[in-house]
Structure formats: C-alpha cells, structure tokens
C-alpha cells in the first residue's frame, strides 16, 4: 500500500539552496512529503522566485510586522500544512509557535550538532581546529539547535580551507541530507506496517491480549482464545487516497460525536463500526502523539475485558 503524502511547507530567508533540494527530491514517485507552500520572513528572499518558477504556492509575508507569527501560523493552516521544514530559516522562533507545531518543524544546520549551535558554525570548527565538520538535521524545540537528531554527515576539513569554501562543501553535503532524512523520517511514520507494529506493540503488552485479524486487518483480542473480544483494530481504507488508524470502543455515540466536533482531524466514525461504539483515531500523521494510542488501547481494553480481568485491573489500579 502506498502512502499518502504529508504536506509541508518549507521556511526560508534567503537563496533556498536547500528549499530546492527538498523540492527537486520531492519528484521522485515515492517521496513521503509533497512541498505545498514556501514563505518566510523575507518577501524578497531569492528563494520565493525560484519556488514559484518551480510551481510552488508562496506567500510573501513582512517578517517584520507585528503579527507575522500569527500571520505565519494562519497561512500555514490555510494551506492545510502538517510539517514545516526549516531551509535557512534565519529568526529564532518564539516558544508558543513552536508549542502549536509540537513536533511537526525539521530544521537543518551547518555544524555537527551538538557543536556549534547558533550562527558562524563554520569559522568555529576551523578555530577549534576540528578535522571534519558537516551538518545536521534535527527537530526543532524552544533551545536553540537542540532538539532530537534525525540525521547527520560529515565533511571532511582541508588544509587551506576558510570559512566560505567550508560552507560550499557543507552546502552540497546538506542537499543529500535534508531529504533523505526528511523522507526516512516522514515515511516511516506513515507506513501502514510500522504504525500496525508500533500498535502492536503496546496491544500485546496489556494483560491475556492476542493478535487476530478481523475481516483481513491486524486486530488484537483480550481474554481466552475462545471467548475473548477485540479492543483494537487497525482501520486501512481508501477514502480518495489512502488512510491509516486505529479502532478502539469509546463510551457511546455522545462521546464519539463530542471527540469528532472537538478534533476531527484526528479522530472519525468508521463506515460499519461506528454504530457499535468503535471510534477511528488517524495514525497515519507525521506527529502522532503515541502515549495518547497507548491511553486509548487501555481504556478500550477495559471496555472489553472480560468482568473478572477488569475488576482485577479497576481493583489494582494498574492503569
Ligand atoms: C544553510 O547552510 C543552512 O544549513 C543554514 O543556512 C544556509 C541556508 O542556505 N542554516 C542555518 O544556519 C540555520 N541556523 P540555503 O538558503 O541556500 O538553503
């Protein structure tokens, strides 16, 4: 099964050198990420031509306005944008910014990580006397340059090198990493098989818990192998392109109504299990935030559990 592709936006300041590497790999047919806007803070940034020649949508927005964060986070909402890469993206952006896109913004950065964060990253590994540098990507969290390491590459130093022909070499050992690494990330994480083994998983780890399949999908069961009931079901339909997620039994059809009008992005009423009181959580988005799935296959293997299991575990207070 193919996936669907996670739409990004791409934040620059200037060239965008690696904005189009990002966009030039986006063509091949399995790339995992579809570049559907590039905007910045610069409205002249060379960058928004180049994107625009390439077909891009792009929005020119005044990095120096009061509300451009507001401005930036409304666009990129209209834009329905589920990732943002950071291509030389060169303003420190503000916590609360980060907080809304909670694990969804990549950045890259001219240096091996943790050495060398914020700017002149280049002149410090020669001052320092290193005998490689390269570049890394990561995610972004409010410390500056710090967030977990998605991927590295090294760059060898030469002797004579400055500052300017160490950028250059860098440069073109960042536009083999950017998207790879942005395309291993994004594609692992909506791949039907790794969501199905990441739910597993945890299914597996609760209490008389066996897989089965239901009707064909991954399913897993509590309770005797003869008389146990599914908590969980995987959910892989085509609703005009391909979606992944998870069934699990909420209280009733008020609950699920109220989670839908609260989040219905996330959560959805599958056709045939909807009546009986299985609601669809999506998995297959690039921040799925796993301790809530996890949440959500305790509670409906209570729901499930056969009465003495359950009081067991209501008893225990295990969960
Ligand atoms: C790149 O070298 C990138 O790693 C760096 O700016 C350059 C942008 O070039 N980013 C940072 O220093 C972020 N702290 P580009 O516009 O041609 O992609």
Known sequence: MTARRTRLAILISGRGSNMAALIYASRAE?????????????????????AEA????TAKLDGKAK??????DETLR????????????????????????????????????????????????????????GATVHMVIPELDSGEVLGQVE??????????????????????????????YLGRALDPDWISEEV??????????????SHGAPAWRVGSPSSGKFF?????????????????????????AQLIEADGDLYFRPQYYGPSNWIGIRLDRPDTDWDHVHQWLQRSWLECA??????????AAEF
């Open 306 to 315: 056969p009465a003495r299991l359950a009081k067991l575990h209501k008893v």
């Open 30 to 50: 399995d790339c995992p990420y579809e570049p559907v806007l590039v905007t910045g803070n610069k409205p002249n940034a060379a960058g928004l031509a180049l």
């Open 200 to 213: 597993g998983r945890r299914a597996l780890a609760l209490p008389e818990t066996m897989y089965k399949t």
């Open 155 to 184: 760059v060898a130093i030469m002797p004579g090198d400055s500052a300017d022909s160490l950028a250059e070499r860098v440069l073109i050992a960042e536009h083999q990493l950017y998207p790879r690494v942005l395309s291993d």
């Open 78 to 133: 209209a834009h329905k944008v589920e990732m943002i890469a950071l291509a030389g993206f060169m303003r420190i952006i503000p916590d609360d910014f980060i907080s809304r896109w909670d694990g969804r913004i990549v950045n890259i950065h001219p240096s091996l990580l943790p050495k060398y964060k914020g700017v002149g990253t280049h002149q410090a590994a020669l001052d320092a006397g290193d005998a490689v540098t």
């Open 232 to 256: 969980a079901i995987m959910w892989m339909r085509h609703h005009g392109e391909e979606s992944v997620g998870l069934l699990v039994k909420c209280s009733g059809q008020e609950e699920m």
């Open 54 to 57: 390439e077909g891009v949508t």
């Open 67 to 72: 509300d451009f964060w507001e401005k930036l």
